[in-house]
T-cell receptor, first 114, second 114 residues
Framework: AQSVTQPDIHITVSEGASLELRCNYSYGATPYLFWYVQSPGQGLQLLLKYFSGDTLVQGIKGFEAEFKRSQSSFNLRKPSVHWSDAAEYFC????????????FGGGTRVLVKP | NAGVTQTPKFQVLKTGQSMTLQCAQDMNHNSMYWYRQDPGMGLRLIYYSASEGTTDKGEVPNGYNVSRLNKREFSLRLESAAPSQTSVYFC?????????????FGQGTRLTVV
């Protein structure tokens, strides 16, 4: 069975500073990996996804993530954070061989200081 | 484009009451899912339907039933609500297996059981 770990429950970052959110996964086959963002009271919006190919993936809102198979990681980064990036971020792994299920990490809440 | 639509958005139940959460998608997706979201636990899969006419248990199915009414609609039923089922419920849909597409989420139903 697949699993996802997001080690950081909360992160506080100053506006304009860089941001990195960690994600480690466990899955026996080639993983499909996703980052979603959830603003307060809202549903989940896809930031980016990795299926194959280039291990550095670009997403919306200036985010990128790097897939590192040797470390079983898929960390999310943004060079310069904006106040509107304050939200909860979820990493997920897709198990397409088992009904297309997504397994989520526990989430990381990002607070942005002015 | 409506995407994934959930009703209701908010609900308060008394312990022992029953209710059905409705979900419909207009993207012609084969797979649909019900997740619950609890603080610090990410999203956990309750049930999923890989295609019309099939349903399978996810990680936390106890106390719930589902119906895949047709390709568009996937409902979640609580037969006898318990306080432990207080949560935010998300419906999602995705393309069929092997195509590696992401899941699209509804806006959520906030359920409180008192």
């Amino acid at each position: 069975a697949q699993s996802v770990t997001q080690p950081d429950i909360h992160i506080t970052v100053s506006e304009g500073a860089s941001l990195e959110l960690r994600c480690n996964y466990s899955y026996g086959a080639t993983p499909y990996l996703f980052w979603y963002v959830q603003s307060p009271g809202q549903g989940l919006q896809l930031l980016l996804k990795y299926f194959s190919g280039d291990t550095l993936v670009q997403g919306i809102k200036g985010f990128e993530a790097e897939f590192k198979r040797s470390q079983s990681s898929f960390n999310l980064r943004k060079p310069s954070v904006h106040w509107s990036d304050a939200a909860e971020y979820f990493c997920a792994v897709g198990a397409w061989a088992a009904g297309n299920k997504l397994t989520f990490g526990g989430g990381t809440r990002v607070l942005v200081k002015p | 484009n409506a995407g994934v639509t959930q009703t209701p958005k908010f609900q308060v139940l008394k312990t022992g009451q029953s209710m059905t959460l409705q979900c419909a998608q207009d993207m012609n997706h084969n797979s649909m899912y019900w997740y619950r979201q609890d603080p610090g636990m990410g999203l956990r899969l309750i049930y999923y339907s890989a295609s019309e006419g099939t349903t399978d248990k996810g990680e936390v199915p106890n106390g719930y039933n589902v119906s895949r009414l047709n390709k568009r609609e996937f409902s979640l039923r609580l037969e006898s609500a318990a306080p432990s089922q207080t949560s935010v419920y998300f419906c999602a849909s995705s393309e069929e297996r092997g195509k590696g597409t992401e899941a699209f989420f509804g806006q959520g139903t906030r359920l409180t059981v008192v």
